[in-house]
């Protein structure tokens, strides 16, 4: 009886579940599905919904909403929408239009993912490290370095804006999706990359934009690939940095020059794009002309100078300055001065301009020969002292030399260079100006007269004068006339006889007489010879008092008229 019962209950149970199901439908298979429904009503923020269950549901208005667009919903619509439970606390349906809008993506994006294709979705938020990408219902992560090929600053227009983007990684269990749209631009770029070498030429005229900047010039994006704009092809004129010129995402139009297919370097240029201002620089330049130009830049051997833009012409330090020799440029000219300068030189094959500053101001060694000529007295200060001589300062910021030789008539030049130091004030005469070789020469003993002149106008070659022996050395006997002249009688020279030709046989004070051999006027100095005066001697003795025929000898001669002379004086 008892298991009559229980068999009966069983049996009502199951046909209760039954007809539960026949009238809801099968519900337990509905749970966690996308199921389809009528719009019935929208109250406020909410959309009441008719899926064909015992009681209706409502889902947030909001839901219906796509990135960036209000939702766009009315009375009768059909929408689908996911069955989260058969009832709530309040005996509705529990839908969802998100989670099914997020179903319907998820099973598109495994499609696209699994084939590697493409999505499109849209950037509507930020968050750590990156953005919230809607793939259609789906929410995705894209990380910050994925967002652009080179970092981007500003995302805003970017998004509310359909973007393209590669699926990098899903998980459904977890609801974790990755995207790229780094990896669709690379892509994208790539494939203009090809397209744009294997068309690249060179003298190709190209747009493109700046990429980076760099102290040697500049890179430019062609789209897809990037070219080097060199500093100096930037422009014509002088540029120190590209930054002068050139600043990130600037776009630019630029001319292919060089392209090696192999490493696919490219070369670009803006300049090219220009008249070339070298064009006819001869006609505009001509040697000789003066023009005004702007300082551009400062080196140790001189000044660069523009005269127009794209045209440089250099002032070498030598032409800087009249009197200013060792001094660096920059100490002269500074940089973006405007000054005057000549053309010295044109080479257009080289572009170069050999300019000249000094050539537009006076030359000081013209004025100073105008206003001093040869001969003139002035006072200078002495500036250097050298193994040479001495340099005096002279009107017009110029140098003339004293040399050593021109110091004084009678004491040695090294000897009289010891009583001067800089900073004395030296009366000077002006003995020369050599205006090319820009040389002054002075003179100090020039003030006074030679006194050695009318002693070296008496004297003659040939003549024989008593000289007062005044120093001897090893090598013969330095001497003065009765008028004062220097002299020196070589040991060689001291006697006919060899034996006889030793200095030391004379002594200091001791009075001679020589025959005057030859005359320094530069030096003031005389060469004697008192061999020459004896073989003079000789020849007039022989001359008067015998023949080499007549057998007698020198000697005998000699005393023959040693004799007769001083027969002579005692008779009278």
């Not at 009238?23 to 429904?37: D, M």
């Not at 702007?294 to 032409?319: C, K, M, Q, W």
């Not at 003179?443 to 004068?465: C, F, N, R, T």
């Amino acid at each position: 009886m008892a298991s009559a019962t229980t068999h009966a209950e069983t049996y009502e149970k199951e046909s209760f579940a039954a007809l539960l199901d026949a009238s809801l439908g099968t519900s337990s298979s509905l749970e966690g599905t996308v199921i389809k429904g009528h719009v019935i009503g929208i109250e406020n923020d909410m959309v009441l919904i008719d899926v064909g269950l015992k009681s209706e549901g409502r889902v947030p208005l909001k839901e219906f909403a796509t990135a960036g667009k209000p939702a766009e919903l009315a009375v009768g619509d059909l929408v689908e929408v996911y069955l989260e439970r058969m009832e709530d606390k309040h005996g509705e349906a529990q839908l969802s239009r998100e989670k099914a809008r997020r179903e319907e993506a998820w099973t598109l994006l495994e499609k696209s993912f699994t084939a590697n294709e493409r999505v499109t979705g849209v950037i509507f938020g930020r968050v750590k490290g990156g953005f919230t990408v809607d793939l259609n219902g789906a929410v995705a992560f894209l990380p910050g370095s994925q967002v652009d090929i080179r970092p981007v600053r500003d995302i805003t227009p970017l998004i509310g804006t359909p973007q393209p983007f590669q699926i990098l990684k899903m998980d459904r269990s977890r609801g974790n999706i990755v995207v790229s749209r780094r990896a669709v631009l690379e892509e994208s770029r790539a494939e203009a990359r090809s397209e744009l070498v294997a068309n690249l030429k060179e003298g190709q005229i190209l747009n493109g934009v700046v990429k980076n900047i760099t102290d040697y010039g500049a890179f430019v994006d062609l789209g897809g690939v990037d070219g080097l704009l060199h500093v100096t092809d930037i422009a014509w004129r002088r540029i120190n940095h590209p930054s002068e010129a050139l600043h990130i995402g600037q776009s630019v139009k630029v001319q292919v020059i060089r392209f090696n297919p192999e490493t696919q370097r490219i070369s670009l240029g803006m300049k090219q794009l220009e008249a070339d201002p070298w064009e006819g620089v001869e006609l505009k330049y001509p040697s000789g002309a003066r023009y005004k130009g702007r300082v551009t830049n400062i080196t140790d051997y001189g000044a660069f100078v523009e005269l127009e833009p794209g045209v440089e012409g250099l002032v070498h330090v030598s032409e800087m300055s009249w009197t200013k020799k060792n001094v660096h440029p920059g100490k002269i000219v500074s940089t973006s001065q405007e000054v005057e300068v000549m053309v010295l030189d044109v080479d257009p094959q080289k572009r170069r301009i050999s300019l000249g500053l000094k050539q537009t101001l006076a030359n000081p060694w013209d004025s100073f020969i105008e206003q001093f000529p040869v001969g003139t007295e002035l006072e200078g200060e002495v500036k250097n002292i050298t193994e040479f001589g001495l340099f005096v300062g002279l009107p017009g910021d110029i140098d003339g030399m004293v040399h050593l030789s021109d110091l004084d008539w009678a004491r040695p030049g090294e000897e009289v260079v010891a009583d001067f130091k800089k900073g004395d004030l030296v009366k000077v005469k002006v003995l020369d100006v050599d205006v090319e070789k820009e040389r002054i020469s002075l003179g100090v003993k020039q003030l006074s007269d030679d006194p050695y002149e009318e002693s070296m106008s008496k004297l003659k070659k040939g003549d024989v004068v008593t000289c007062t022996v005044t120093i001897v050395t090893e090598n013969g006997l330095e001497v003065t006339t009765a008028d004062g002249m220097p002299g020196f009688i070589r040991k060689a020279e001291l006697s006919r006889e060899r034996s006889e030709q030793r200095p030391d046989r004379f002594a200091v004070g001791e009075k001679v007489d020589a025959k005057v051999t030859a005359i320094d006027r530069a030096t003031r100095k005389v060469t004697l010879s008192i061999k020459s005066r004896e073989v003079e001697e000789d020849k007039k003795a022989m001359a008067e008092f015998g023949s080499s025929d007549s057998g007698a000898s020198l000697g005998d001669i000699l005393g023959a008229a040693f004799n007769r002379a001083k027969s002579e004086k005692e008779s009278s």
